[in-house]
């Protein structure tokens, strides 16, 4: 009797446990949100569940294992099991910083709930970019430079095993049950999971974007990110893809060595150096046999750099693949040419270059999904008549000046009158004031060729009032020190937080990082944003010190005293503050 109660004792147990450790398995592979594309496209990672996953990429039987003998022997090549820890970061040990905690070694990235790749890291194997070291007697033992984990990129586990079952030809596009919505506020239809079919083993060119995405969001605080996509059946056309869009490059020293490497590694055609293989024309035809020299078979399992900087800088989107980038943009049309200009107002006598003409009221100018705090961040053209706003959106208030009758206003004017007259936002803009007084501002900004008005919103919560302008035909620019001056194409803002929920150091550094980003981004030529808050306010002084903005000057105008406040586009993609 007593043996049959502990046996019975002793089963409970067991059933606990396993109750309680697949409860864990369950949550482990649940699917955690990692972004939100500016298309509106979810995504999401799921980690594998139990030892029955596939093999470690360090595997010698994982066909995405870069082989040993194709493993240049460089200042990059991995380290060996005895090599500190510390050298390497984010990939090999996600930090408490990072937004996606917990992700393993491996993981599905989902968008939709449809698979679109999987990555593993491989932490025996770590790499540094040590570009300045190459051709020194430090080239190979540098300790400063940041080592990271092998990131191995290959197709998710289901639909490379279709490919062993009788399936339509890969021309035909698999069926979608889980149908694209298309976000308000987005003009552009995103591609449909049909768009994204393709050959068992291979990655579409968007899905690539994507997962690169994706592992900047981990891993916010590598600098690179080195990748293998040599398990990949296009890996050609990856290649391809993140080379002339300047996503990745190659460590030097691996350059030197596979250009060097001898014949009978080469394929049996036209030298390596001139020669473009068909499968490469195909993808982008566009490109000269001198930019792109055939691929030797060891680059299969080449090591990539992807650069953290490049990708903000929106490497390899709009021209690339049909994914929106954070300007919503398909394709980008050629810079605005350089064409002399001149302003000549109360304020300034300047000459610059004549200026775009500026985008249409409601006109969304930027979207990025903040994993900071969960939310999506929209920079839209301020809309004063309200022509993009639904039937319900429009306010009416009671107009002073009007007998006190009630005025049909736009979301956009009646949040900036509001904003106005709250006090806390009066004592620092001096504007409060009737509704025909904020109209007629906002009539000025339109008038004004120098200056673009905008809102911030959270989520479709606006947020905040934000002036974009042109420094060089903006006051400020006699305030500079006199060994900077003023470029041709430097961008100034004013911003207004006028709801008091979105104040705070998270968020201001946010959307103070992210108005940087749309700047840098809205013309490459740009290689200063600056900013001019007042001196006495130490709340916003702490903000832009915290998003990278140094102060070279304090100055006085008429109406208050300044800190000039300038960010370098270099330092920005450097320091890359964007989750």
């Known amino acids: 009797m007593a043996t049959t109660t502990t046996n019975t004792a002793n089963a409970?147990?067991?059933?606990?446990?396993?109750g309680r450790l697949n409860a864990i398995s369950k949550h482990?592979?649940?699917?955690?949100?990692?972004?939100?594309?500016?298309?509106?496209?979810?995504?999401?990672?799921?980690?594998?569940?139990?030892?029955?996953?596939?093999?470690?990429?360090?595997?010698?039987?994982?066909p995405s294992s870069p082989s040993s003998p194709s493993s240049p022997s460089s200042p990059s090549s991995p380290s060996s099991p005895s090599s500190p820890s510390a050298s390497s970061t984010a990939l090999s040990s996600p930090s408490s910083t990072n937004t996606a905690k917990g992700v393993g070694g491996r993981g599905t990235i989902l968008v939709d709930g449809t698979p679109i790749a999987e990555y593993a890291v491989d932490r025996e194997r770590t790499y540094a970019l040590?570009?300045?070291?190459?051709?020194?007697?430090?080239?190979?033992?540098?300790?400063?430079?940041?080592?990271?984990?092998?990131?191995?990129?290959?197709?998710?586990?289901?639909?490379?095993?279709?490919?062993?079952?009788?399936?339509?030809?890969?021309?035909?596009?698999a069926p979608s049950t889980t149908p694209l919505a298309t976000p308000p506020h987005s003009t552009t239809p995103r591609p449909s999971a049909a768009s994204r079919a393709a050959p068992a083993a291979a990655m579409k060119i968007e899905d690539v974007w994507v997962a690169l995405y994706a592992l900047f969001t981990?891993?916010?605080?590598?600098?690179?990110?080195?990748?293998?996509?040599?398990?990949?059946?296009?890996?050609?056309?990856?290649?391809?893809?993140?080379?002339?869009?300047?996503?990745?490059r190659t460590h030097p020293s691996h350059s030197s060595a596979s250009s060097t490497a001898p014949t009978s590694s080469l394929p049996s055609s036209s030298p390596p150096t001139t020669t473009q293989t068909p499968e490469m024309t195909k993808q982008t035809p566009e490109i000269s046999t001198k930019q792109t020299p055939e691929l030797p078979s060891n680059q299969a399992h080449e090591i990539y750099f992807v650069s953290r900087a490049a990708f903000w800088q929106a490497a390899g989107t709009a021209g690339?693949?049909?994914?929106?980038?954070?300007?919503?943009?398909?394709?980008?049309?050629?810079?605005?040419?350089?064409?002399?200009?001149?302003?000549?107002?109360?304020?300034?006598?300047?000459?610059?270059?004549?200026?775009?003409r500026k985008p249409a009221p409601g006109q969304v100018l930027y979207r990025r999904w903040c994993a900071a705090v969960g939310q999506m961040l929209e920079l839209v053209c301020f809309d004063l008549e309200g022509v993009m706003d639904a039937p319900g959106?429009?306010?009416?208030?009671?107009?002073?000046?009007?007998?006190?009758?009630?005025?049909?206003?736009?979301?956009?004017?009646?949040?900036?009158?509001?904003?106005?007259?709250?006090?806390?936002?009066?004592?620092?803009?001096?504007?409060?004031?009737?509704?025909?007084?904020?109209?007629?501002?906002?009539?000025?900004?339109?008038?004004?060729?120098?200056?673009?008005?905008?809102?911030?919103?959270?989520?479709?919560?606006?947020?905040?009032?934000?002036?974009?302008?042109?420094?060089?035909?903006?006051?400020?620019r006699e305030h500079f020190p006199e060994d900077l001056g003023v470029g041709m194409w430097d961008r100034g803002i004013h911003v207004l937080v006028g709801e008091r929920r979105f104040l705070g150091a998270v968020r201001s550094e946010i959307w103070m990082r992210s108005l940087c980003h749309y700047i840098f981004l809205n013309d490459p030529r740009t290689n200063r944003v600056v900013g001019e808050p007042d001196h006495g306010n130490p709340a916003i002084l702490?903000?832009?010190?915290?998003?990278?903005?140094?102060?070279?000057?304090?100055?006085?105008?008429?109406?208050?005293?300044?800190?000039?406040?300038?960010?370098?586009?270099?330092?920005?993609?450097?320091?890359?503050?964007?989750?």
């Open 12 to 18: 409970n147990v067991r059933a606990d446990v396993n």
């Open 28 to 62: 482990l592979a649940a699917e955690r949100l990692v972004l939100v594309l500016p298309d509106g496209g979810r995504v999401t990672v799921c980690s594998p569940s139990s030892p029955s996953s596939p093999s470690s990429p360090s595997s010698p039987s994982s």
């Open 130 to 173: 040590d570009i300045t070291a190459v051709g020194t007697p430090f080239e190979g033992r540098t300790t400063h430079v940041p080592r990271y984990p092998l990131v191995v990129l290959s197709v998710p586990s289901s639909t490379s095993s279709t490919a062993a079952s009788p399936s339509p030809p890969p021309s035909s596009p």
């Open 218 to 248: 981990m891993y916010h605080a590598q600098e690179q990110v080195p990748l293998c996509v040599g398990a990949l059946e296009n890996w050609e056309a990856v290649v391809e893809y993140l080379i002339v869009s300047g996503l990745a």
């Open 320 to 356: 690339f693949h049909p994914r929106l980038n954070w300007l919503l943009q398909k394709s980008v049309p050629p810079p605005f040419p350089s064409v002399p200009s001149f302003t000549r107002n109360e304020k300034v006598i300047a000459k610059h270059p004549l200026r775009a």
């Open 393 to 476: 959106e429009f306010v009416e208030v009671d107009e002073e000046e009007e007998g006190g009758r009630k005025v049909r206003l736009s979301k956009h004017l009646a949040a900036f009158h509001k904003w106005h007259n709250d006090p806390r936002v009066a004592a620092a803009w001096g504007e409060a004031g009737s509704v025909a007084k904020h109209r007629a501002y906002i009539e000025g900004q339109y008038r004004d060729e120098h200056s673009v008005p905008c809102i911030f919103s959270w989520d479709g919560e606006m947020m905040g009032y934000v002036e974009v302008n042109w420094t060089r035909e903006d006051h400020v």
């Open 542 to 579: 702490r903000v832009v010190d915290d998003s990278g903005f140094y102060k070279p000057n304090t100055f006085d105008f008429p109406y208050k005293r300044s800190t000039l406040v300038l960010h370098p586009r270099e330092k920005f993609f450097a320091q890359c503050n964007l989750y």
